[in-house]
């Protein structure tokens, strides 16, 4: 048996997904900046699925603009935010995804920001206190980036009441959602958020699309620069069958947002249960009981060198944290800064609606194996 318990890195492509995509590489070729009809028919392919983005998110149809993945929105929003805003101060965590972490040492090398960290909690959540007293404590213009779901572990951060704080105190507020999109709903109106930041890929979509919400009270310049395509915003000639791909995947995602939460969440929790029945040393990672995200299950276990390889070997793909590091043996930084002291090896389980309680089943057998016989 082939198990893929490892969603937080990537999703299978929904069919419809497919369907849709293979129907605009087929079909429409045109290039949107052209003016005749074939160039016309791609423009309103990419303003429909524009609309459908900002009708999720209930945003304005101005303020969504199509990238090639969460980590370009994330640069994006972190670098034109100190270029254009005047942003001289950005407040951040340590355990954000490297899109964040590694854009903010490119930042320092290039201008005098100063970045500053928010305490954690113990699950690695944001301590929204020390949030207020770090922006009371100063008067350069800032700019907060905090994720709402962290990709390794799962815990959620409050991005509705940090975006009330940042708005008491004039700062900017910018969320990566890459791993929340398509999860839970997100209603731009009701939130004070200045960017967010999402992949489609992550919620069953094509890899290489992605989106960035920047809210209309904030004018940027290009990213990248070259012609005048995404309003001004970002050259180079769109991926159409990609946005399609977005759009109809985020469609989906929300239409099926209950009963695909529930299996996962069931899932989730019969793979938790099993692991405490069998294993009685095991520790997870995170907020597992709170606010979580019900698609991670971040396990830590004992004496298990090789545990992913052997996992591999039995067909099973699982992580021992962001995918984003992979082939490079570095660690987790996350769990270095929540659990420094663990000597424990811990594997991501991340679910989708694809898999089955077989399946969990089967992992966990494998796991008797490997780690009992």
Known sequence: MKVYFDNAATTAVDEE?????????????GNPSSIHAQGRKARATIEEARKTVANALNASIGEIFFTSCGTESNNMALKCS?????????????????????????????????VTFVKLDRFGRAD?????????????????????????????????SIG???????????TDTVQTMGYYPIDLSQMKVNFLSASAHK?????????????GENIIKPYLDGGSQERNMRG???????????????????????????????????????LENHFPNIEFNGDIDGESHY?????????ADLLLMNLDIAGIAASGGSACSSGVDVG?????????????TTVRFSFSYYNSEEEVHYVIDKLKEILLS
């Open 17 to 29: 997904v497919v369907k849709v995509m293979a129907q605009v590489l087929r079909e429409n070729y």
């Open 82 to 114: 100190v270029r254009d805003l005047g942003v001289e101060r950005i407040i951040s965590s340590k355990i954000e995804h490297h899109a964040i972490t590694h854009t903010l040492d490119s930042i320092q090398k290039e201008k005098e920001v100063e």
């Open 128 to 160: 929204l206190d020390h949030l207020e007293s770090l922006l009371q404590s100063s008067n350069k213009k800032t700019l907060v980036s905090l994720i709402h779901a962290n990709n390794e572990i799962g815990t959620i951060n409050d991005i509705k």
């Open 164 to 174: 009330e704080i940042c708005h008491a105190y004039s700062a900017l507020f910018h």
């Open 203 to 215: 919620f069953h979509g094509p890899k290489g699309c992605g989106f960035i919400y920047i809210n």
């Open 236 to 274: 180079g000639t769109e991926n159409i069958a990609g946005i399609a791909g977005l759009a109809k995947a985020l469609e989906v995602s929300y239409a099926h947002l209950a009963e695909r939460r529930e299996k996962i969440t069931s899932l989730r929790q019969l793979m938790k249960s099993e």
């Open 295 to 303: 698609k991670v299950l971040s396990a830590a276990f004992d004496n």
């Open 332 to 344: 987790s930084h996350v769990l270095a800064q929540l659990t420094p002291d663990s000597m424990k």
